[in-house]
Nanobody, 126 residues
């Protein structure tokens, strides 16, 4: 299993950018697809982006397509989420997780993921 720690969140004005990082410890990070999810206050955790084990495939929620970019560096055991053109509705706690189920494809379902990090807060002011 892997242990995950997110960082890079903060307060930013609308239109600004942030880069989130998710660092992993433990073995076998490079075999897992990884996902980013966001959870706004009072809302369910929602899919944001996912990336295959080798970085060759990515998937994005429609709401972030063209603004966010997911990437990974397996040598550093880190997955990133570059967030550009941020909007107030992007405000949420962002979590990364490793995909353990339905591994033949990139999943958007939270229950296919495990080893959630503690999350990092992103706040976008208008």
């Amino acid at each position: 299993q892997v242990q995950l720690v997110e960082s890079g969140g903060g307060l930013v004005q609308a239109g600004g950018s942030l880069r989130l990082s998710c660092g992993a410890s433990g073995h076998s990070f490079s075999v897992y697809a990884m996902g980013w999810f966001g959870q706004a206050p009072g809302a369910e955790r929602e899919f944001v982006a996912a990336i295959s084990w080798d970085g060759g495939k990515t998937d994005y929620a429609d709401s972030v397509k063209g603004r966010f970019t997911i990437s990974r560096d397996n040598t550093k055991k880190t997955v990133y989420l570059q967030m550009n053109s941020l909007k107030p509705e992007d405000t949420a706690v962002y979590y990364c997780a490793a995909q353990y189920r339905d591994t033949n494809r990139l999943s958007r379902r939270t229950y296919d993921y495990a080893n959630w990090g503690q999350g990092t807060q992103v706040t976008v002011s208008s």
